[in-house]
T-cell receptor, first 114, second 113 residues
Framework: DVKVTQSSRYLVKRTGEKVFLECVQD?????MFWYRQDPGLGLRLIYF???????EKGDIPEGYSVSREKKERFSLILESASTNQTSMYLC?????????????FGNGTRLTVT | DQQVKQNSPSLSVQEGRISILNCDYT??????FLWYKKYPAEGPTFLIS?????DKNEDGRFTVFLNKSAKHLSLHIVPSQPGDSAVYFC????????????FGKGTRLSVIA
């Protein structure tokens, strides 16, 4: 069974801090994604990666960056956290070998920026 | 502009009755559709999918119907159970293999015992 693990369930950070959210998957998936979920706005794509060292902007990349140095790990970085980045962050992965393979999500990180 | 729309933010249904969750899309290039279910404090989990070459796919209590001409799909849950109470997201894909899924905003289903 696919396991997507996000390093923290809850985080509280101060405005202006640099924040790292880590995600690891154990199924050798090529594609990895970062979403945020906010009430009334659904799931919005921040960044995604087709494979190691590759990254693409999603719908709301401003204020974020990502790193994919190893296939199993996809990190989301908040360069200077702001209160409007308080949200639930969800990492997901899927194989790139099968057309329309479903996404597998981690359990999320609830980030609060004060 | 939203390409995948779930126009009902919430839905309440009595236990044992049918739940119908609706989803509309605008991009005719989409050819594969998925439903995800999300409980609070957990990540979404894949529920059921349908290819555009079909108009119905069934898995136990869950059935998804696709009307391509209307660009509309629906998820039917029969019979509804209290454990089905969750947020349901409709998603679409198909433009290319590496194109991310496009999600709707979700519908919160409450099944009342």
């Amino acid at each position: 069974d696919v396991k997507v693990t996000q390093s923290s369930r809850y985080l509280v950070k101060r405005t202006g801090e640099k924040v790292f959210l880590e995600c690891v998957q154990d199924m050798d998936h090529e594609n990895m994604f970062w979403y945020r979920q906010d009430p009334g706005l659904g799931l919005r794509l921040i960044y995604f990666s087709y494979d190691v060292k590759m990254k693409e902007k999603g719908d709301i990349p401003e204020g974020y960056s990502v790193s994919r140095e190893k296939k199993e790990r996809f990190s989301l970085i908040l360069e200077s956290a702001s209160t409007n980045q308080t949200s639930m962050y969800l990492c997901a992965s899927r194989t790139g070998q099968v057309y329309n393979s479903p996404l597998h999500f981690g359990n999320g990180t609830r980030l609060t920026v004060t | 502009d939203q390409q995948v729309k779930q126009n009902s933010p919430s839905l309440s249904v009595q236990e044992g009755r049918i739940s119908i969750l609706n989803c509309d899309y605008t991009n005719s290039m989409f050819d594969y559709f998925l439903w995800y279910k999300k409980y609070p404090a957990e990540g979404p989990t894949f529920l059921i999918s349908i290819s555009s070459i079909k108009d119905k796919n069934e898995d136990g209590r869950f059935t998804v119907f696709l009307n391509k001409s209307a660009k509309h799909l629906s998820l039917h849950i029969v019979p509804s159970q209290p454990g089905d109470s969750a947020v349901y997201f409709c998603a679409a894909s198909g433009i290319s293999r590496n194109t991310p899924l496009v999600f709707g905003k979700g519908t919160r289903l409450s099944v009342i015992a």
